[in-house]
């Protein structure tokens, strides 16, 4: 968790794994943000810390969301952010097996 301009963000870990190396899409990143504001869950986002390695035989593009919600900071849980990003996956060809974390 970090705080800033008197607003708590918390920072939840995102890692896919992809066919080829990646480190970073900013279609991704627009359609992430795109559903946590459809969903009411944050008002402001920063995503950092873009990263692609390999772990267990597969390629892994991570990054970090740093999530806030001025109004009502409640809505910025591990359970709403999974639900608001359930199927993100389907529209990017080349990308599976999506992991977010709570840090």
Known sequence: M??????TYRIFSVEIV?????DTNMELFKEIASRL????????INIGNNKAYHSNDKQIFGFELHLGNAKNPATVDLTNVK???EGLL???EDYSEMQIKLN
């Open 2 to 7: 970090c705080t800033s301009c008197d607003e």
């Open 83 to 85: 639900k608001a990003l």
């Open 18 to 22: 992809t066919k080829e190396p990646v």
């Open 90 to 92: 389907d529209q990017f």
């Open 37 to 44: 504001f459809v969903n009411k869950i944050i008002s402001n």
